[in-house]
């Protein structure tokens, strides 16, 4: 075992992990320790955008979007949080242009900006270009551009370490323990200050556009020392991934004018019922739910469970005719292929790679596929974690950030181009908060035996010496959250997806893992890992369960109305040995009253 000394610690090297990293190490010793790669955190993949009320071209203002960011929560948000991001929007776009992010311009030169799902011009409630973009692989340059400034300041890089377990004793956080996945070796980070910036956990559904590696470290990891996570049961399906793979296709798609057809070759989204107003460009919970619904009504793609994003510039240009749509100068909004290949280079090169289809030519076969985390530890909006219901106990010395944190500003559905905004906010504030809280305290000391709980888990796995399979497990658990704690939920489904998680759980103990030795056992470390998703996913049933209405990400057949009266709440959910505890804790409004959302 080897041990290692710094103020700040951060878990996780994406776009969250990374700013805070960057911002702590300006006046604290500052280690980030990422079980990737840094450049590989899933950040990298991020297409669309960042949202900032820069208005370069039309007017916006960051009151609007904070508006629409608490409509698009569907009003679960905590609204003094989305005030505190969307007013950091702009600054924070200008420091990462400062940094050197080469973000896509307009002819003036400015910072180019896109429209996203659920952003609007107030008074006009048109669609407003808010997302700020790097061509389509924005969150690759905030990546890349974090990284590249974390070296520069001399923050300590551990690549390819796990971490398994934070060390918390009797008097508080005192570090973390980490299995350096070349040689298997443990090491112990004595800290002051831990950040978890693990990202988010979309493995555990079937069809997902997140990366392998999204399995729900940090939030499993705070459960089991008996810390809550927050709204779980809301997960954003994103309407358009690619058909059977999961794989992203951006809103930013959407935003260039793409349409979504159904079989008949219809355009449904301006069904009565749906968005006749912003049709295609309404937040994402509502285009799933549609997309859905006509898949339901047989009128996929050949009676297929797809539909079609159409791009090409014939079919863009026929309906911004049919809707009036014009450019900033007033003259009609007319596209062609090579505008399309300019603005999405990424997509179209996925798209022929793994379909062996052109955008630019042929429609892409898409269905909603599992995105995103709104929940996850709970925290202010210094990312410090909170423990309890009445917002009065934080945990000193933890912080949380990025797609595993829940400040919240989504709330039950987040917009488009709002997750990049809340890491690099978050990430910076919490960054230096983390630093504040290492200058003022003693390191707490270390215990006798500060590895013993995460070597327990470890051998518990490799020594399990049963029949059962890690791949067969984790395909069932994947299988019957999609079909049940999925884009529709109804009781008697939930239900059997719990029974069937909590059956899972049992038939894990009995795994057998052949890789015995030390080096690089990734079946090891995809046994832990699958143990994360299994408790998040019985978490978020039993939160799914018990929430009896339908809000943003969360849509019940059998409670289809959003029940302001008795669920205007935030669930908590605690692990425990018999299953999950749950509790509620009140919304933080400012100056916006729940309205039922219309797009
Ligand atoms: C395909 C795709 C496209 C997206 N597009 C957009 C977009 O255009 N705009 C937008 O706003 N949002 C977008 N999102 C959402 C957004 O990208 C993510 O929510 C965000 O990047 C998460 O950042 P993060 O820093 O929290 O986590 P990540 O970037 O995933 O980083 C997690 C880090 O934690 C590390 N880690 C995890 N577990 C451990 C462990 N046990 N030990 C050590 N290290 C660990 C990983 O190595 C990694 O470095 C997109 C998401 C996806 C999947």
Same mark, same amino acid.
């Given at each position: 075992?080897?041990?290692?000394?710094?103020?700040?610690? #951060?878990?996780?090297?994406?776009?969250?992990?990374?700013?805070?990293?960057?911002?702590?190490?300006?006046?604290?010793?500052?280690?980030?320790?990422?079980? &990737?790669?840094?450049?590989?955190?899933?950040?990298?993949?991020?297409?669309?955008?960042?949202?900032?009320?820069?208005?370069?071209?039309?007017?916006?203002?960051?009151?609007?979007?904070?508006?629409?960011?608490?409509?698009?929560?569907?009003?679960?948000?905590?609204?003094?949080?989305?005030?505190?991001?969307?007013?950091?929007?702009?600054?924070?776009?200008?420091?990462?242009?400062?940094?050197?992010?080469?973000?896509?311009?307009?002819?003036?030169?400015?910072?180019?900006?896109?429209?996203?799902?659920?952003?609007?011009?107030?008074?006009?409630?048109?669609?407003?270009?808010?997302?700020?973009?790097?061509?389509?692989?924005?969150?690759?340059?905030?990546?890349?551009?974090?990284?590249?400034?974390?070296?520069?300041?001399?923050?300590?890089?551990?690549?390819?370490?796990?971490?398994?377990?934070?060390?918390?004793?009797?008097?508080?956080?005192?570090?973390? #323990?980490?299995?350096?996945?070349?040689?298997?070796?443990?090491? #112990?980070?004595?800290?002051?200050?831990?950040?978890?910036?693990?990202?988010?956990?979309?493995?555990?559904?079937?069809?997902?556009?997140?990366?392998?590696?999204?399995?729900?470290?940090?939030?499993?990891?705070?459960?089991?020392?008996?810390?809550?996570?927050?709204?779980?049961?809301?997960?954003?399906?994103?309407?358009?991934?690619?058909?059977?793979?999961?794989?992203?296709?951006?809103?930013?798609?959407?935003?260039?004018?793409?349409?979504?057809?159904?079989?008949?070759?219809?355009?449904f989204m301006e069904k009565e019922g749906n968005a006749p107003n912003v049709k295609e460009l309404a937040s994402r919970d509502v285009v799933s739910r549609a997309m859905y619904q006509e898949m339901k009504q047989g009128n996929?793609?050949?009676?297929?469970?797809?539909?079609?994003?159409?791009?090409?510039?014939?079919? #863009?240009?026929?309906?911004?005719? &049919?809707?009036?749509?014009?450019?900033?100068?007033?003259?009609?909004?007319?596209?062609?292929?090579?505008?399309?290949?300019?603005?999405?280079?990424?997509? @179209?090169?996925?798209?022929?790679?793994?379909?062996?289809?052109?955008?630019?030519?042929?429609?892409?076969?898409?269905?909603?596929?599992?995105?995103?985390?709104?929940?996850?530890?709970?925290?202010?909006?210094?990312?410090?974690?909170?423990?309890?219901?009445?917002?009065?106990?934080?945990?000193?010395?933890?912080?949380?950030?990025?797609?595993?944190?829940?400040?919240?500003?989504?709330?039950?559905?987040?917009?488009?181009?709002?997750?990049?905004?809340?890491?690099?906010?978050?990430?910076?504030?919490?960054?230096?908060?983390?630093?504040?809280?290492?200058?003022?305290?003693?390191?707490?000391?270390?215990?006798?035996?500060?590895?013993?709980?995460?070597?327990?888990?470890?051998?518990?796995?490799?020594?399990?010496?049963?029949?059962?399979? &890690?791949?067969?497990?984790?395909?069932?658990?994947?299988?019957?959250?999609?079909?049940?704690?999925?884009?529709?939920?109804?009781?008697?489904?939930?239900?059997?997806?719990?029974?069937? @998680?909590?059956?899972?759980?049992?038939?894990?103990?009995?795994?057998?893992?052949?890789?015995?030795?030390?080096?690089?056992?990734?079946?090891?470390?995809?046994?832990?890992?699958?143990?994360?998703?299994?408790?998040?996913?019985?978490?978020?049933?039993?939160?799914?369960?018990?929430?009896?209405?339908?809000?943003?990400?969360?849509?019940?057949?059998?409670?289809?109305?959003?029940?302001?009266?008795?669920?205007?709440?935030?669930?908590?959910?605690? &692990?425990?040995?018999?299953?999950?505890?749950?509790?509620?804790?009140?919304?933080?409004?400012?100056?916006?009253?729940?309205?039922?959302?219309?797009?």
């Amino acid at each position: 075992m080897k041990t290692h000394q710094f103020e700040v610690v #951060v878990v996780g090297a994406g776009g969250a992990g990374l700013m805070a990293g960057l911002y702590a190490s300006k006046s604290a010793s500052t280690a980030v320790i990422s079980k &990737l790669y840094p450049a590989r955190s899933h950040t990298g993949a991020a297409q669309g955008g960042i949202g900032a009320a820069l208005g370069n071209l039309e007017e916006d203002r960051p009151e609007w979007h904070t508006y629409d960011t608490v409509k698009g929560s569907d009003y679960l948000a905590d609204q003094d949080a989305v005030e505190f991001m969307c007013k950091e929007a702009p600054g924070i776009v200008y420091e990462l242009e400062h940094m050197g992010l080469p973000f896509s311009r307009t002819d003036e030169g400015k910072i180019a900006q896109r429209f996203f799902g659920g952003h609007t011009n107030n008074e006009t409630t048109k669609p407003v270009k808010r997302t700020c973009y790097a061509a389509d692989r924005t969150g690759h340059m905030i990546l890349q551009t974090l990284y590249q400034q974390s070296i520069k300041n001399k923050v300590q890089f551990y690549d390819e370490f796990q971490v398994l377990d934070i060390i918390k004793t009797d008097e508080g956080i005192a570090g973390i #323990v980490a299995l350096e996945i070349a040689t298997g070796e443990m090491h #112990v980070f004595h800290a002051k200050s831990i950040i978890m910036a693990t990202g988010g956990w979309g493995r555990v559904w079937e069809i997902t556009s997140n990366a392998f590696a999204y399995t729900g470290d940090g939030v499993a990891i705070a459960l089991r020392h008996g810390i809550p996570a927050q709204d779980m049961e809301f997960f954003q399906f994103h309407p358009t991934g690619i058909y059977k793979m999961g794989i992203l296709i951006t809103e930013g798609v959407r935003g260039e004018g793409g349409i979504l057809l159904n079989g008949k070759g219809e355009r449904f989204m301006e069904k009565e019922g749906n968005a006749p107003n912003v049709k295609e460009l309404a937040s994402r919970d509502v285009v799933s739910r549609a997309m859905y619904q006509e898949m339901k009504q047989g009128n996929g793609v050949d009676g297929e469970r797809y539909l079609y994003l159409d791009v090409t510039p014939e079919t #863009v240009n026929k309906y911004a005719a &049919l809707d009036g749509r014009t450019r900033p100068d007033g003259t009609p909004y007319v596209v062609t292929g090579e505008e399309i290949l300019g603005k999405l280079p990424d997509i @179209i090169d996925f798209c022929e790679t793994y379909l062996g289809v052109n955008p630019v030519t042929d429609p892409m076969p898409v269905q909603p596929t599992a995105h995103y985390g709104m929940g996850g530890i709970p925290t202010d909006n210094y990312g410090r974690v909170v423990v309890d219901k009445d917002r009065k106990e934080i945990m000193p010395g933890l912080y949380a950030v990025g797609e595993n944190g829940c400040v919240s500003v989504h709330g039950s559905n987040r917009l488009g181009s709002n997750s990049l905004l809340d890491l690099v906010v978050f990430g910076k504030f919490s960054g230096i908060e983390a630093a504040n809280h290492a200058k003022n305290s003693e390191y707490i000391p270390l215990p006798e035996n500060p590895t013993e709980y995460a070597e327990q888990q470890l051998d518990a796995l490799r020594n399990a010496d049963g029949d059962e399979r &890690l791949s067969e497990i984790g395909r069932e658990m994947k299988e019957v959250m999609f079909e049940h704690v999925g884009v529709f939920r109804v009781e008697e489904g939930m239900k059997e997806a719990l029974e069937k @998680i909590r059956e899972l759980k049992v038939r894990f103990k009995n795994i057998k893992i052949d890789d015995k030795g030390k080096q690089f056992n990734m079946d090891l470390l995809n046994a832990w890992e699958l143990s994360n998703l299994l408790d998040i996913a019985e978490v978020t049933t039993a939160a799914a369960l018990n929430r009896k209405e339908s809000r943003g990400g969360h849509a019940r057949n059998d409670y289809q109305e959003r029940d302001d009266e008795n669920w205007m709440k935030h669930t908590l959910a605690w &692990l425990e040995e018999d299953g999950v505890r749950l509790d509620y804790k009140d919304v933080v409004f400012t100056k916006f009253e729940p309205k039922k959302r219309v797009y």
